[in-house]
């Protein structure tokens, strides 16, 4: 069974702040890992990662994927108050009868001022 | 520049009611994807249609679940008989192709009494 890993579940920053949120899976047939951001509604796209090593980036977001070590780390640099939610990370497994998405519990970040 | 929707939003059951949750995928998107949050849970894949098709049902509740996605209107999600356990954060996602980057509604929170 597919299985996802999220380190820490909680973290408390103060604005500014630099942090990385973890992310280790278990997957038999590996197609990409996506992380999404999500406030009290809807979670919102992020990254796709596929290979390993590329860096992707958007603004202060960025994230980097290790296929041989099988973990993923997302990264924000200074941050926000706005940056408070919860990061999930999710992979796919290309043998599975469709492109369902294997969450983890998610990193609760909290940004204070 | 609509996104997902589904509603309602929140709804009220009693325990042996039916429960009817609705989604309405983004514009040109007929791929749609449930997932069920449980309290303190990660988001969980239930079911993947494409209109008309069932394509994956595997982490559906083989009792008492179904869901359809009909040529015209919203992917409906059906639970009968709900029980305190079926209480949970419900999420619809869609996307264009079968494709893993999938865009996410606001959820239907069901709290069943």
């Known amino acids: 069974e597919d299985k996802v890993v999220q380190s820490p579940l909680s973290l408390v920053v103060h604005e500014g702040d630099t942090v990385t949120l973890n992310c280790s899976y278990e997957v038999t047939n590996f197609r990409s890992l996506l992380w999404y951001k999500q406030e009290k509604k809807a979670p919102t796209f992020l990254f796709m990662l596929t290979s390993s090593g590329i860096e992707k980036k958007s603004g202060r977001l960025s994230s980097i994927l290790d296929k041989k070590e099988l973990f993923s780390i997302l990264n924000i640099t200074a941050t926000q108050t706005g940056d408070s939610a919860v990061y999930l990370c999710a992979v796919v497994d290309s043998g599975a009868g469709s492109y369902q998405l294997t969450f983890g519990k998610g990193t609760k970040l909290s940004v204070i001022p | 520049n609509a996104g997902v929707m589904q509603n309602p939003r929140h709804l009220v059951r009693r325990r042996g009611q039916e429960a009817r949750l609705r989604c309405s995928p983004m514009k040109g998107h007929s791929h749609v994807y449930w997932y069920r949050q449980l309290p303190e849970e990660g988001l969980k894949f239930m079911v993947y249609?494409?209109?008309?098709?069932?394509?994956?049902e595997s982490g559906m509740p083989k009792e008492r679940f179904s869901a359809e996605f009909p040529k015209e209107g919203p992917s409906i999600l059906r639970i009968q008989q709900v029980v305190r356990g079926d209480s949970a954060a419900y999420f619809c996602?869609?996307?264009?192709?079968?494709?893993?980057?999938?865009?996410f509604g606001p959820g239907t929170r069901l709290l069943v009494l």
């Open positions: 249609l494409q209109k008309e098709n069932i394509i994956d």
């Open positions: 996602a869609s996307s264009w192709d079968m494709q893993e980057t999938q865009y």
